[in-house]
């Protein structure tokens, strides 16, 4: 029974593992700033705040994906869940799920409120595949890469009629809604 102990840790089960993780979850809120923001404002989350929780939470030994391996052995449910929605869970009670299942709920949600032009429909699609590529989506991520090369937040900014931090917040708050 190696695999068992290596797998999770100080902790004989599956069970007793996740039970642990939301034990730390429950007790440490005002220990860690990104882990109050994902519990009570999941849109204050920064890049540097979620590479920050992974990092202390992989040091207490409660890797992303050995979690979803208890879940598994747990619920007999191979839910490909981020960080996130595990502590939500722990925390809130949220139901786990996909985190990509959340994203495109989101999206879905978003292009039925507007009458969206053709270009702010196609940017919609690329700012879903960067969150469920990246989980976050602050300034930092508009600095780099593809969207530093079509022109970053101000060419986006301008694309969504200024009122693009208005859209990140509906995503944020949409894969978090009860409804997603």
């Given at each position: 029974m190696v695999s068992v102990k290596s797998l999770y840790g100080d902790y004989d089960t599956p069970q007793d593992f996740l039970e642990a993780f939301d034990e730390l979850v429950q007790r440490s809120p005002n220990t860690q700033p990104a882990l109050?923001?994902?519990?009570?404002?999941?849109?204050?989350l920064t890049r540097k705040g979620l590479v920050e929780l992974q990092e202390w939470f992989d040091r207490q030994h409660f890797e992303?994906?050995?979690?979803?391996?208890?879940?598994?052995?747990?619920?007999?449910?191979?839910?490909?869940?981020?960080?996130?929605?595990?502590?939500?869970?722990?925390?809130?009670?949220?139901?786990?799920?996909?985190?990509?299942?959340?994203?495109d709920h989101a999206l879905t949600r978003i292009k039925a409120e507007n009458d969206w032009s053709d270009e702010q429909l196609s940017w919609l699609d690329r700012l879903a595949q960067a969150l469920k590529e990246k989980v976050v989506l602050?300034?930092?991520?508009?600095?780099?890469?593809?969207?530093?090369?079509?022109?970053?937040?101000?060419?986006?900014?301008?694309?969504?009629?200024?009122?693009?931090?208005?859209?990140?917040?509906?995503?944020?708050?949409?894969?978090?809604?009860?409804?997603?």
């Open positions: 109050q923001a994902v519990i009570n404002r999941p849109r204050d992303e994906s050995s979690l979803r391996s208890a879940w598994k052995a747990t619920r007999n449910q191979d839910i490909a869940a981020r960080l996130i929605g595990h502590i939500r869970r722990a925390a809130v009670g949220d139901a786990l799920k996909p985190f990509d299942e959340r994203v602050d300034d930092d991520v508009f600095k780099t890469g593809n969207f530093h090369r079509r022109g970053g937040k101000p060419m986006l900014q301008r694309t969504f009629d200024d009122n693009l931090d208005s859209v990140l917040d509906k995503f944020s708050d949409y894969i978090w809604d009860e409804l997603a």
